[in-house]
């Protein structure tokens, strides 16, 4: 499966959040899609075993035949299991089990999966559960790069937090001495309400978490569209989500500094004079 | 600074009560990742030991483990009750 002798060495980045419900996966498949349109062969690897959705928010979910267990435990080849997208030739997908056994990942399992994939492909994108137990350690483990998804919201500020720990941690760099190399990327922003004092905005968040900004994707309704048809939000129409994404990886390729949130819709209205702002 | 703002002006704004809170929280959580795992351990055992000899509460025994600098505490505190 090789076709370049000169591939770069492959990169894993997780995208984690401990907080459930907070864009991870539309995440995983934004980045992972976009990647791969810039010509790197990317692979997303679901790794919410027993409730895998990665594959519903490819599009690919009527070719699941064969999953990650599946070639973990040797029933199926890495190439039996690997769903290539129907857009992006260099787009693959590795799809989570529906298995209820918990201990069906077994660390050992995965890095052998991962050595594998490292061979072939330019980016790992691992989609981590919610949570921190095993599902979400060991999509964390083997990462050299972390994509922190955070909501403008306590809970999932605070559960940013603890999974920036458990990255310091209980990742297999971080127990060699090293570090994984993380990234903020803020979800479902609404520049509109941190003017209004309703939500924390972008300086609050980095001031806590202290952590790089990779990206703000703005609250849009492009979001849920794409979810609904399958197609990662970089690949669908264009949109202010989709403008995010794109600028999102810019930041991650290290090509351009992370842009701070589109600037929010301006309306005219008697309300808004008299609230004495300045269009 | 408009009529809105100045009726406003008394309430603080909900997300700067968030930002302070988190602030809060997110302290004691980076304390508690700095702990050694092996202190919970520790306690059930020291509790243990102690309601050998003694009845004793759960509650009644403390253990913190405190950075000072280059060296560490490790401070056991075990309130007994009298004997009647």
Redesign the interface.
């Known amino acids: 499966m090789i076709e370049d002798s000169t591939l770069a060495k492959a990169k894993v980045i997780v995208v984690t959040s401990g907080k459930g419900g907070v864009g991870k996966t539309t995440t995983t498949a934004a980045i992972g899609a976009e990647l791969a349109r810039r010509g790197n062969k990317t692979v997303v690897i679901d790794f919410d075993i027993g409730l895998r959705n990665l594959d519903l928010i490819m599009g690919c979910e009527r070719r699941v035949i064969y999953d990650f267990i599946n070639v973990i435990n040797e029933e199926a080849t890495l190439s039996q299991a690997l769903i290539k997208d129907k857009r992006e030739p260099n787009l693959y997908v590795l799809p989570a089990s529906q298995t209820r056994n918990k201990d069906a990942l077994q660390q050992e399992g995965v890095g052998k999966v991962i050595e594998l994939l490292k061979n072939d492909f330019k980016y790992i994108i691992c989609d981590s559960p919610a949570g921190i137990e095993r599902g979400a350690l060991m999509a964390l483990y083997y990462a050299e790069e972390a994509v922190i998804v955070t909501n403008p ?2 809970s999932s ?2 559960d940013s ?2 999974i920036i ?1 458990v990255l310091n ?1 209980d990742s297999k760099l971080a127990k060699e001495g090293g570090e994984v190399k993380k990234h903020l990327l803020i979800t479902r922003f609404s520049p509109a309400r ?1 003017k ?6 972008i300086e ?1 968040i980095q ?2 978490l202290a952590i790089d900004l990779l990206g703000v994707i703005p609250e849009s309704p492009a979001v849920l569209s794409a979810s609904n048809q399958g197609v990662p939000v970089t690949l669908d129409n264009d949109s202010d989500a989709k403008l995010a994404y794109r600028s999102a990886v810019d930041t991650l390729l290290g090509e351009a500094p992370a842009k701070i949130a589109p600037a929010s819709t301006k309306s005219w209205s008697f309300l808004r004079i ?4 300045t269009v | 600074m408009s009529i809105l703002d100045l009726l406003r002006f008394k309430q603080k704004s909900s997300a700067s009560k968030a930002k302070e809170r988190l602030q809060i929280v997110v302290s004691h959580q980076r304390a508690d990742g700095q702990k050694p795992n092996f202190l919970p351990q520790l306690h059930r055992e020291i509790l243990e030991v102690v309601s050998k000899y003694t009845n004793i509460d759960q509650d009644k025994i403390h253990v913190e483990l405190q950075n000072e600098g280059d060296f560490s505490v490790l401070e056991l505190n075990i309130t007994i009750p009298q004997q009647s």
């Not at chain 1, 209004?196 to 905005?201: A, D, F, I, K």
């Not at chain 1, 008299?274 to 702002?277: C, D, L, R």
């Open positions: 919201e306590v500020v605070r937090d603890r720990g941690s941190v209004r004092g309703e939500m924390l905005s609050d001031e806590i008299f609230k004495g702002e």
